[in-house]
C-alpha cells in the first residue's frame, strides 16, 4: 500500500524499490511482531533470494513496529509505501478517508491462510461441527467479507480484491516455516 499525497502513483515491481526515487520512502512491518509479514519474507525469500530486500534496506527502509505502527507511518506520510502490509488495515483507513491506496506488485505476495478446522481428537466432535458450519455462513461469510478480509467460500465475494486477482507467490509453508524466524531477524538486522 502506499500514500498518494507521498507516492501520487506506484507501478514499481519489488526489485524496483531500491530505486533512487524510492530512497527513504519505504517502509515493512517488523517481521518478528507481525505474523503476515514474517509470513511474506520467508515466501519472498524462498523464491526471490535476498537482492532485492537488501535494496530496499540500503535505500532507507524503516521497520516502524508490527502492523499498526507500520501502516501508521504510511498514513501520516513519514515515509510514502508499506512493503508487506496487511491489505485489510489498508482498505479499513482507506474507507476512513486516509490517503491510501493498494498495490500488489506482478512479483507476487503471499496470502496468509487463517484455517479452521475439527480435530479427529476433538471431544465434542458435534458441537465442533455446529461452530465450523456457524463460520462458513452466509452471516459469517459476508462478516469477513465486510472486514475486508478473503472468504472461505468462493460464491461471497470480497468487498475489495478478490484472491484471483492478487499476484502470488507460491507458498511452500513447510519450508517457509524452516527458515521464517532466521528471514525476520535477519531483515531487521538489514533495515537498522
Given amino acids: 500500500m502506499y500514500n498518494t499525497n507521498v507516492v501520487p ?87 476512513k ?6 498495490y500488489y506488485p506482478k512479483g507476487g505476495t503471499i496470502v496468509n491462510p487463517r484455517p479452521a478446522m475439527i480435530l479427529k481428537s476433538a471431544p465434542d466432535a458435534e458441537n465442533a461441527k455446529k461452530f465450523m458450519d456457524y463460520l462458513l455462513s452466509d452471516e459469517v461469510q459476508q462478516m469477513v467479507a465486510d472486514a475486508y478480509l478473503i472468504p472461505g467460500r468462493s460464491d461471497v465475494k470480497a468487498k475489495e480484491t478478490p484472491l484471483e486477482h492478487i499476484p502470488q507467490i507460491p507458498a511452500d509453508w513447510d519450508a517457509m516455516m524452516a527458515m521464517a524466524s532466521e528471514t525476520a531477524a535477519k531483515l531487521n538486522a538489514l533495515c537498522k
Avoid: H, R
Avoid at 498514513?75 to 502490509?85: D, F, K, N, P, S
Fill in 9 to 95: 502513483n506506484l507501478n514499481a515491481d519489488w526489485n524496483e524499490l531500491a530505486n533512487p526515487e524510492y530512497k527513504d520512502k519505504l517502509a515493512i512491518p517488523d517481521p518478528e511482531k507481525s505474523g503476515a509479514c514474517k509470513d511474506f519474507l520467508a515466501g519472498f525469500v524462498s523464491k526471490y533470494g535476498w537482492n532485492a530486500l537488501e535494496g530496499m534496506a540500503k535505500n532507507g527502509m524503516k521497520v516502524p513496529g508490527a502492523n499498526k505502527a507500520a501502516l501508521e507511518a504510511v498514513t501520516t506520510g513519514e515515509v510514502g509505501i508499506l512493503v508487506a502490509g496487511v491489505d485489510y488495515n489498508a482498505y479499513s483507513s482507506i474507507k
Fill in 97 to 102: 478517508g486516509e490517503p491510501l491506496a493498494m
